[in-house]
Antibody, heavy 119, light 112 residues
Framework: EVQLVQSGGGLVQPGGSLRLSCAASGFTFSNYWMHWVRQVPGKGLVWVSHISPDGRATHYADSVKGRFTVSRDNAWNTLYLQISSLRDEDTAVYYC????????????WGQGTTVTVSS | DIVMTQSPLSLPVTPGEPASISCRSSQSLLHSDENNYLDWYLQKPGQSPQLLIYLGSNRASGVPDRISGSGSGTDYTLKINRVEAEDVGVYYCMQSLRAPHTFGQGTKLEIK
C-alpha cells in the first residue's frame, strides 16, 4: 500500500525547534518530489516547501525561509522538515505530500502532524 | 509570488444540482509545453487533502467523471455536474508553475 506516515509534532516554546518526519512506503521514494503543506486550524492550506528526488533542489515559502529546512534520506525512504526559531504563527497541522512527475499533482498525502507553539 | 484567488468562498448547493468554482491566478499558468500547471484538491472534514484534478483538466485516479476541470492562462473552473453528499468539504486550487507554489483561499461546499 502506498502511504506516508508522519511523526514528530508536538508542543514547543517560541524560539524552539522540532523535526518532523514523513516515512514513505509502497513506492520508490527516490523518484518523487516531496512537499510540505501546513494548515492553521480552521484556515486554508499553505504551501511550505518542496525537495527534488535527489535532494539537491529545495524551495521555501517566504514566511519560513531561513528558519525551516527540508531534507530527505532516500536510503530510509524518509522526508524531514526541521523547523526552528518557531513563532506562534507556525502553529498548524503539517502535511507531507508526494508530487507525481512531471506535474501530475500531489496524489498521496500524510495524515498530518500538529505543531503547537506556546509558552 | 503567484497569487491565487478563488470564488465563491462559500457554496451552498442542493443535492443533484450543479456547482462551479472559479480560480484565478495573478500570472498565466500556461507553460511552454502547453500544459496549465493548475491542480484542484478537496479536503473533506477531518481528512487530509486529496487530489481531484491536475494540469488544469486531468482527473486523478478514482475521481468520478461528474467532476471536471477546465480553463487556461489565468482563469480556471472546477465543475461538479450533480452534487452529492460526499462532495462536502473545502476545495482548493494550487499553482505548480513556479515556486513557491501557492493555494487559493479555499471554497467551502455545503449541502443545502
Amino acid at each position: 500500500e502506498v502511504q506516508l506516515v508522519q511523526s514528530g509534532g508536538g508542543l514547543v516554546q517560541p524560539g524552539g525547534s522540532l523535526r518532523l518526519s514523513c516515512a514513505a512506503s509502497g513506492f520508490t521514494f527516490s523518484n518523487y518530489w516531496m512537499h510540505w503543506v501546513r494548515q492553521v486550524p480552521g484556515k486554508g492550506l499553505v504551501w511550505v516547501s518542496h525537495i527534488s528526488p535527489d535532494g539537491r533542489a529545495t524551495h521555501y515559502a517566504d514566511s519560513v525561509k531561513g528558519r525551516f529546512t527540508v531534507s530527505r534520506d532516500n536510503a530510509w525512504n524518509t522526508l524531514y522538515l526541521q523547523i526552528s526559531s518557531l513563532r506562534d504563527e507556525d502553529t498548524a497541522v503539517y502535511y507531507c505530500g508526494r508530487y507525481t512527475a512531471p506535474r501530475n499533482g500531489m496524489d498521496v498525502w500524510g495524515q498530518g502532524t500538529t505543531v503547537t507553539v506556546s509558552s | 509570488d503567484i497569487v491565487m484567488t478563488q470564488s465563491p468562498l462559500s457554496l451552498p448547493v442542493t443535492p443533484g444540482e450543479p456547482a462551479s468554482i472559479s480560480c484565478r491566478s495573478s500570472q498565466s499558468l500556461l507553460h511552454s509545453d502547453e500544459n496549465n500547471y493548475l491542480d484542484w484538491y478537496l479536503q473533506k472534514p477531518g481528512q487530509s487533502p486529496q487530489l481531484l484534478i491536475y494540469l488544469g483538466s486531468n482527473r486523478a485516479s478514482g475521481v468520478p467523471d461528474r467532476i471536471s476541470g477546465s480553463g487556461s492562462g489565468t482563469d480556471y473552473t472546477l465543475k461538479i455536474n450533480r452534487v452529492e453528499a460526499e462532495d462536502v468539504g473545502v476545495y482548493y486550487c494550487m499553482q505548480s508553475l513556479r515556486a513557491p507554489h501557492t493555494f487559493g483561499q479555499g471554497t467551502k461546499l455545503e449541502i443545502k
